[in-house]
């Protein structure tokens, strides 16, 4: 249910050949969500995993269990309905998983002979009327009649043991079928956590420590040395791709582009190559300085703020308000961007004063910038700098 094709061109990737995002834009529509403390809180993967073993049927099926079936049924029904109303809004889910989805009671109504309808003494033809306390009736595309059920009652295990050969090799296929829905499920939490719990850490301590593109070397070494200070780290990650090839599509404008197209069976394993793709053309999800909510560095120049507008002064954004606090930051902490404002400040009052030309308030800021970077790069004693850039 959750796997998808991406077909990778540069900076860009396509989700089953027509939807289009930036590389990193993916992961982070997820960094920007809190579903990760409903995952945590309520054990939602252990629930799910004791939930999938709970409605296989066996011929040792307990009464306990056949008892609790119906009600082990609508718990995982209420999660995995929690779980599409998260994906509604994150991508590539949004676009691509459809209304009519497989459900859990459509996947059980699959293998209605294992399950009890009360019909056994009903000799009329099924009908959109047709109700028993275990379902009601509906009709097929084929025109035909059949129950629907709702509720749901499993044979018990005597019942079970006197199955032929047929049932029995019907009852592991639908073992198998309920063990690969849950798994699905259970994956996609599971890369859900990972994003908070691999990819976040390593973007916020190691990706931007530098505040600045890491090149080559430096992203390799940031990237051993996270996975060695993180008992949860990339090498625990097994990128899962069933098919790889080129194909041509057809992009915004018309050209034809040359893709690598690559089937993907879970989310973990898209963003995992999704992510590093990404990095390599300088697209890289950074978590804004001001809001502290993620945004996508897109290539071009690196930023520590975001563009979103702020909600007491949507005239602003935090790009703007944040660039002035950290220049007053390192004004106010900074001896060499002390010194800077000030002769800025004095040389700025010249100029205004008619005292100096544009040209040389302009040659002066260049020398000036020049210097203080020298200064901060420490190619010039604070001595040197102080007296040259009062001048």
């Not at 990706?207 to 940031?222: C, S």
């Not at 004095?346 to 970077?373: G, L, P």
Request: hydrophobic share 30%.
């Amino acid at each position: 249910m959750f796997s998808f094709r991406a077909y990778f061109f540069n900076h860009d990737v396509y989700i089953n050949e027509k939807y289009k995002y930036a590389a990193g834009e993916i992961l982070t529509a997820y960094l920007n969500t809190d579903f990760y403390d409903d995952i945590v809180e309520f054990d939602a993967i252990r629930v799910l995993r004791r939930l999938k073993e709970n409605l296989k049927i066996d011929e040792f099926l307990d009464y306990e269990l056949q008892s609790k079936y119906n009600s082990n049924v609508y718990e995982a029904i209420s999660i995995f309905e929690h779980i599409h109303a998260k994906l509604k809004k994150l991508p590539p889910y949004n676009k691509i998983i459809k209304p009519d989805y497989m459900k859990l009671d459509d996947l059980i109504n699959k293998y209605d002979e294992f399950f009890e309808d009360g019909l056994r003494d009903y000799d009329e033809e099924i009908t959109w009327e047709t109700s028993t306390k275990y379902g009601t009736g509906e009709i097929t595309d084929s025109g035909h009649g059949r129950l629907r059920l709702h509720t749901f009652f499993p044979d018990d295990a005597e019942e079970i043991k006197k199955y032929d050969k047929d049932m029995v090799e019907l009852l592991v296929k639908f073992n198998s079928a309920i063990e690969y829905f849950f798994e699905s499920y259970i994956s996609l939490l599971e890369s859900y956590k990972n994003i908070f719990e691999i990819f976040m850490p390593f973007i916020d301590e190691f990706l931007h420590h530098k505040e600045t593109y890491l090149t080559p070397t430096e992203l390799a070494k940031a990237f051993d040395e996270y996975n060695k200070k993180h008992g949860i780290n990339f090498t625990k990650i097994q990128c899962c791709m069933n098919s790889f090839r080129y194909k041509s599509l057809i992009d915004s404008s018309g050209n034809s582009i040359l893709c690598e197209e690559i089937n993907f069976e879970d989310l973990q394993s898209f963003l995992y190559f999704d992510f590093f793709n990404g990095i390599r053309n300088n697209y890289i999800p950074n978590k804004c300085k001001n809001c502290g909510k993620y945004f996508l560095i897109q290539g071009g120049k690196y930023f520590s703020y975001c563009d979103r507008k702020l909600k007491d002064d949507p005239t602003k954004t935090c790009r703007d308000v944040g660039s002035r606090r950290r220049y007053d930051d390192k004004c106010k902490n900074d001896p060499i961007w002390q010194t800077y404002n000030r002769a800025y400040k004095a040389h700025y009052a010249r100029y205004m004063k008619k005292k100096m030309t544009i040209s040389e308030f302009e040659e002066w800021s260049r020398f000036a910038s020049e210097i203080r970077d020298k200064a901060i790069a420490g190619e010039i004693s604070y001595d040197d700098y102080y007296t040259q850039i009062r001048k």
